[in-house]
Nanobody, 123 residues
Framework: QVQLVESGGGLVQAGGSLRISCAAS????????MGWFRQAPGKEREFVAA????????YYADSVKGRFSISRDNAKNTVYLQMNSLKPEDTAVYYC????????????????WGQGTQVTVSS
């Protein structure tokens, strides 16, 4: 069982930056690929970024590529999402998730989810 708690969300102006974090419980954090998803009001939850167990490979949705960066610290059981050049369309609740899969990109491939943190980008 893995419990995930996101933090660091908030209100930021367009063009600004924000880093959100996700702390995981348990001693098996390094056994999971970690991902970030987001869900805007009235829309489906969508993939944002993911990082494999070792942290050596990351991949992103086209909409955030070049602006967002995912990283992890296995010693601290934490995954981060650095968001730069934020746009109003990035406004959403951001969720972190853990997957026992290798290169998970869809919600169905993730086993555990956090409760989400709100990110609001004003224009």
């Amino acid at each position: 069982q893995v419990q995930l708690v996101e933090s660091g969300g908030g209100l930021v102006q367009a063009g600004g930056s924000l880093r959100i974090s996700c702390a995981a419980s348990g001693r098996t954090f390094s056994s999971y690929a970690m991902g970030w998803f987001r869900q805007a009001p009235g829309k489906e939850r969508e993939f944002v970024a993911a990082i494999i167990r070792s942290g050596r490979l990351t991949y992103y949705a086209d909409s955030v590529k070049g602006r967002f960066s995912i990283s992890r610290d296995n010693a601290k059981n934490t995954v981060y999402l650095q968001m730069n050049s934020l746009k109003p369309e990035d406004t959403a609740v951001y969720y972190c998730a853990a997957s026992s899969g290798t290169y998970p990109r869809t919600t169905g491939q993730y086993d555990y989810w956090g409760q989400g943190t709100q990110v609001t980008v004003s224009s």
